[in-house]
């Protein structure tokens, strides 16, 4: 099963995604993350990304595409995949189902994490995550069991992204708004599209993804 979370910066895709991950082996294909490795290489894609990424704003169609094709080549065969943070515009959108299809694979969900977006400032500054895992937790909302240790692989030390600060997190909102939340209606014709109220509490937004996944 192939699916993309979609909704604005702080709507808890990276969270859900990270559940599906370990629960059903799906493979989350993150192009923040993508890029932010890239940043950290100093890689071609990572230089020119990385004032564009620290602005808030949006890289470049071609780039996020081509990252997303190399990740799908290198997923072993049945294996599903989440899209989180793409497709963010309406050319990444045509580009994915180019991909896909060239894959013969096609979008089985898009759920849409819905959201009040006066909650995300203090969602998004208030996140960090394990240096050595990954795994996602806020100063608030989700804190670690043992302060100060990651409670899946026991890392000390944990980070925080330089984007999530509240003036660049008003960009990306804005970048979201007129960007991303206008390609919902590919999907909406295709009949594929599930919401999801994206303010419940953790658990339950799980809960809510899992019924619709249950569902095909
Ligand atoms: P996204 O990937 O959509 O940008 P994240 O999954 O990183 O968002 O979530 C942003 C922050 O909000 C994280 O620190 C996370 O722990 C927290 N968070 C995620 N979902 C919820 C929720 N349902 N209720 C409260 N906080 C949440
Ligand atoms: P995210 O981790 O999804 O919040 O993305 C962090 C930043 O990476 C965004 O603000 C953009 O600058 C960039 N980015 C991530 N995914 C994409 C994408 N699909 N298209 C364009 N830019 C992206």
């Not at 808030?56 to 071609?62: F, H, I, N, P």
């Not at 895992?133 to 100060?148: I, L, M, N, S, W």
């Not at 708004?177 to 390609?183: C, D, E, G, S, Y």
């Amino acid at each position: 099963m192939n699916i993309i979370l979609l909704g604005p910066p702080g709507a808890g895709k990276g969270t859900q995604a990270q559940r599906l991950v370990e629960r059903h082996g799906m493979k989350q294909l993150s192009t923040g993350d993508m890029l932010r490795a890239a940043v950290k290489a100093q890689t071609p894609v990572g230089l020119k990304a990385k004032a564009v990424m620290e602005a808030g704003e949006l890289v470049s169609d071609e780039i996020v595409s081509a990252l997303i094709g190399d990740e799908l080549d290198a997923m072993p065969e049945g294996q599903g995949a989440i899209f989180d943070g793409y497709p963010r515009t309406a050319p990444q959108a045509e580009s994915l189902g180019e991909l896909l299809a060239s894959r013969g694979k096609k979008l089985d969900h898009v759920i849409e994490l819905d959201v009040n977006e006066d909650a995300l400032v203090e969602r998004i500054t208030g996140r960090y995550t394990c240096a050595s895992c990954g795994k996602g937790y806020h100063d608030t909302f989700e804190k670690p069991a043992v302060e100060g240790t990651c409670d899946k692989c026991g890392g000390h030390e944990f980070k925080r992204r330089p984007d999530d600060n509240e003036e660049t997190v008003r960009t990306r909102m804005a970048e979201y708004r007129a960007k991303t939340a206008p390609i919902l209606p590919i999907y909406e014709v295709q009949g594929i599209v599930a919401r999801v109220d994206g303010m419940a509490d953790m658990d339950e937004v799980t809960a809510a993804i899992e019924a619709i996944l249950g569902k095909r």
